[in-house]
Nanobody, 115 residues
C-alpha cells in the first residue's frame, strides 16, 4: 500500500517562504511521476508542479520562478520550496504520485498566506 504524508504547511506573511515535504512509502523509482497540487476554497484542485521519473519538471504559470519541486530518493521524500508567497497561494496542498496507472494522494497540508 502506497502512502504519501505531507508536512510543512502553516501561516506565512506575504513575501515569505515555506517548504513542504511529502514522505512516500516505497521507492521513488516506482513512481512514474510525483507532484504537488493545491485546492483553494470553492476552487478546483490544480497542478502546482510535478517531477517525472527522469527528473524533468514542469510548473504552473502562476508559480514559475517562485516555487521549486525536488526530491531526495535516499529518504523517499518530495519537496516543494515556495518563495515570494502571495495571498492567492493560500490553499490546501496535496502530494500526488502515479504508479502503474493508479493515482495516490496525501491528506493535504494547509498553507495560508496572510498578514
Amino acid at each position: 500500500q502506497v502512502q504519501l504524508v505531507e508536512s510543512g504547511g502553516g501561516l506565512v506573511q506575504p513575501g515569505g517562504s515555506l517548504r513542504l515535504s511529502c514522505a512516500a512509502s516505497g521507492s521513488f523509482f516506482s513512481f512514474l511521476r510525483m507532484g504537488w497540487y493545491r485546492q483553494a476554497p470553492g476552487e478546483l484542485r490544480e497542478l502546482v508542479a510535478r517531477i517525472m521519473r527522469d527528473g524533468s519538471t514542469d510548473y504552473a504559470d502562476a508559480v514559475k520562478g517562485r516555487f521549486t519541486i525536488s526530491r531526495d530518493s535516499a529518504v523517499n521524500t518530495l519537496y516543494l520550496q515556495m518563495s515570494s508567497l502571495k495571498p492567492e497561494d493560500t490553499a490546501v496542498y496535496y502530494c500526488n504520485g502515479r504508479i502503474s496507472g493508479v493515482e495516490y494522494w496525501g491528506q493535504g497540508t494547509q498553507v495560508t498566506v496572510s498578514s
